[in-house]
């Protein structure tokens, strides 16, 4: 698909979604809700679901592993890594909340937003869809440009795919968000639902992380991802490159072009493998890889070109 019919249908999704907000909240008499209210449910889908689904199917996934005589040392030294990246990424965002992030949403609210929306369902609904849709365009960013790629390699590095590969993140991948979460904020939506929202999408991610569950049915997988999707995403086969972007829905990846079904075996992990689970390498070896790349590429122009260029690009001799 051209990047011309790339824009405009993009901006023909985000137009339909805002404008079905703005519009059911100025004609529908729609009941409002308490931003304590919205927080609760939230902390309840997002937060707690770590105690009530995440933590309780990671460990179905270990007894998987053992069931078929997987569970070797080089899993459990990959997951602790997933999670000591996690612990670095945690402490990164909570960096950026404090001295950035929620300032820089609540100031464009207040001076830079359309009609601010209040908190009802429609709303709530859109901004979860909205999110969803920048989550689509945050990650094939990450993907299709070297600095992207350089943070976002270190989540696909992994030969193994379970839950705890869902918490496998990169020193840069609480910025990029960022980028396309602010545009919802501009479109009126609530900076807090924005970013609850945000979160919202990236559990529903963490699911989709496993090798249990197999194919479900055709309306589903039509409609939204699926485990079977996300695997394909890890896959360093060729035909897997680059593909299945999605987080709730997998109709952006079909509407814009980048959906591949499931057939061939994954295999995962990168095109050039990492081969360690020391956790300060694998968090730190995309941006390391970058540096080796820009030390070695000659001319100014050229070195930022690496930067937002695809991972494979190399200068023309």
Same mark, same amino acid.
């Given at each position: ?46 937060? *707690?679901? @770590? ?7 990671? !460990? ?7 069931? =078929? &005589? /997987? $569970? ?120 807090? *639902?924005? @970013? ?7 559990? !529903? ?7 249990? =569950? &197999? /194919? $479900? ?101």
């Amino acid at each position: 698909m051209s990047n011309s019919k790339l824009f405009i249908y993009s901006l023909l999704i985000i137009a339909v979604l805002a404008g079905a907000a703005h519009l059911a909240t100025n004609f529908l008499d729609l009941k409002v809700f308490y931003s304590e209210t919205v927080e609760y449910w939230f902390y309840i889908v997002n937060d *707690l679901s @770590l105690v009530y689904i995440i933590i309780p199917f990671f !460990f179905i996934e270990i007894i998987r592993y053992a069931v =078929i &005589k /997987k $569970l070797g040392k080089d899993v459990i030294l990959d997951s602790i890594a997933n999670v000591v990246t996690f612990g670095a990424f945690i402490v990164i965002e909570y960096i950026l909340a404090l001295l950035a992030v929620v300032k820089l949403y609540y100031w464009v609210h207040y001076n830079f937003s359309l009609e601010h929306l209040p908190l009802n369902i429609v709303t709530i609904f859109t901004a979860i869809l909205l999110a969803d849709f920048a989550y689509y365009w945050d990650h094939r960013m990450m993907h299709r440009i070297g600095i992207g790629w350089a943070t976002h390699t270190v989540h696909h590095s992994s030969e193994h795919f379970n839950m705890s590969v869902a918490y496998r993140f990169g020193p840069l991948d609480a910025v990029f968000p960022i980028l396309f979460s602010l545009p919802i904020v501009m479109l009126g939506f609530d900076p807090l *639902l924005v @970013l609850l929202a945000e979160v919202f999408v990236q559990v !529903f991610q963490t699911l989709l992380h496993t090798e249990i =569950i &197999k /194919k $479900l049915p055709k309306p589903i997988e039509l409609i939204f991802n699926t485990p079977s999707h996300h695997r394909v995403h890890h896959g360093s086969n060729r035909q897997y490159w680059d593909k299945n972007y999605a987080g709730i829905l997998i109709i952006w990846d079909r509407m814009l072009g980048t959906f591949e079904p499931e057939v061939e075996t994954v295999r995962y992990g990168i095109s050039e493998p990492l081969n360690s689970v020391n956790p300060i390498k694998v968090f730190f070896h995309g941006i390391s890889r970058l540096g080796r790349k820009l030390s070695q590429t000659k001319g100014i122009i050229n070195k930022f070109k690496v930067l937002i260029k695809p991972p494979d690009w190399t200068p023309s001799k």
